[in-house]
């Protein structure tokens, strides 16, 4: 990532390339348990926003650490940026230097800040990266004004809201200069306004400074603006298509527990119960377009 | 206990009531400001507003575990701070669901987990374990689970124990903490559903706190919004939610039902007021596409 120039998106480039990953957990005595994540073979483009779907014991979170190398798989490759991670001839020092590139923003907004004021938790990637003093106080100014909270820069983290928290945890990642970032549920445990605040931070990184961003959510509402959407289901890749294609499969999603967005789902009841629509509308505007010509059809 | 049953037990009443955080401190904050309310059995209040709104702090003080600052809190007509001995009772009758209540399960089974609460009103052997297996089932936990350590059920399963465990001691006002939040779309349903069938079944009074507008639409009977420590509003669920620029203007949103309501008003098409969810959307709009449909045939 630059953080002072705006690069272009390119979203034909591979970024993050898994092929044939599996990955299971070990219990306490050693043995593996059953398969968390089977078989994924999965390119993400550099520049590309993908939504990640699956409810809950999917294997959705564990793919994330996989992507930033918290874990590694059992068999199969990770190529991230032409770099082949799982190779076991790569050092400790390349390990450290990929996990740069791949930042994470976790769920729980208390749980990610470690300083007791808000620029030196921002501070604290960078200085572990060994960047010199002028430059950090560079990039920690940078990322706070991208997320919009300059004016807090010596305030307490444990005084914000849960959304100014996890825009500091967000210019936290910023500083280090990340290509891509991976939002495992970020918006959980928001209230709306700060849904809307961190929503706006992850697409506007994602729009105007380049960053891959793979965003982990059970919200469809925020899935729906995505370029690409992805459903884990029982650690397989179910479905990876455009928002559009992927939430107008509205009985496959049900059948795994997941949901569509309300004016999908009120579209496909009344198809159920015999009026005829495109299911595969995803705006209000669109929606009232398809009644309002529907119900002026028979007047 | 006749009393306990009869169904006029399980009012709460505030009058007057205030709470500061750290008064006299740099940091006082009036976090409940002058708050006049009445929860009533045999309907599910949804207890909605932003971050710091005052909503944690409002249901501490409803079962006791803060003392108002200023003004009365009744249950049943009785003020919960006239004799504090008594405090256990208030507890029994009032039981409330933290947030991630997950994180509190501590025994070794979950039926013993669950039983720890019932255990401690010096009740019979059998009576605990009808308790225990009716609270399992109201939570959507299989009798197979009981038996299990809690740290092997997955995080949606101990949620659900962790539930269970209040509602053993059979509670005449539940209250629950953002009871939802991090679950997949399946999970939300599945607690909120076992509340509103809890709730009929004993008509007691039940209190939810939630961020998610459209869950409330669903399942709760009357709203009550929060803002900056006062009730913004609160009443009947089509007063409540036809109020968008009042809801916004309180840092929340409106359900995704009520703006596509809002613009298919707006361009014209004649409405009832009362719907913000699919079900009933799906009803009216079937009813309107009928009619019509009727009118056609009769030419």
Redesign the interface.
Known sequence: MQLYDIPVRTMNQPYIQMKNVCFSYNTEDGRPTNQVLKNITLTINRGEFVAVLGHNGSGKSTLAKLLNLILLPDSGSIIIDGKEVTSPDLSDDEVYETRRHVGMVFQNPDNQLVATVVEEDVAFGPENLGIPPAEIRARVDKALELVGMSEYRRHSPSRLSGGQKQRIAIAGIIAMLPDCIVFDEPTAMLDPSGRAEVMNIIRMLNRDRGITVLHITHNMNEAITADRVIVINDGELCMDDTPRRVFSQVAKLHSIGLDVPQVTELLYELGLCGVELPVDVLTYEECADLLIRKIEEKK | MNQENSNSAGTVELRGVSYIYGRGTP?EKKAIDNINLTFEPGCITGLI????SGKSTLVQLLNGLLKPDEGRILVDGVDIWDEPKKQNKLRFKVGLVFQYPEYQLFEETVRRDIAYGPSNMKLSGEEIERRVVESAKFCGLDEELLDKSPFEL???QRRRAAIAGVIAMEPRVLILDEPT???????REDILGGMRSYQRARNSTVIIVS?S??DMARYSDRIVVMKNGRVEASGGRTEVFSRSDMLIGA???V???T??WE??KG?G?ELPDDVFT??R??EV??D??RT??Q??KGR
Do not use: N
């Not at chain 2, 939040?181 to 399946?186: F, K, Q, S, V, Y």
């Open positions: 940091f507003g932003h971050t710091g997955s995080g949606g939040a991090g679950l997949d779309p399946m999970g961020h507008m459209e840092g929340l949103d359900p995704q039902i703006r596509l613009i298919l361009r098409i699919v079900e959307a799906c709009l079937l309107l596409l019509d449909l009118t056609v």
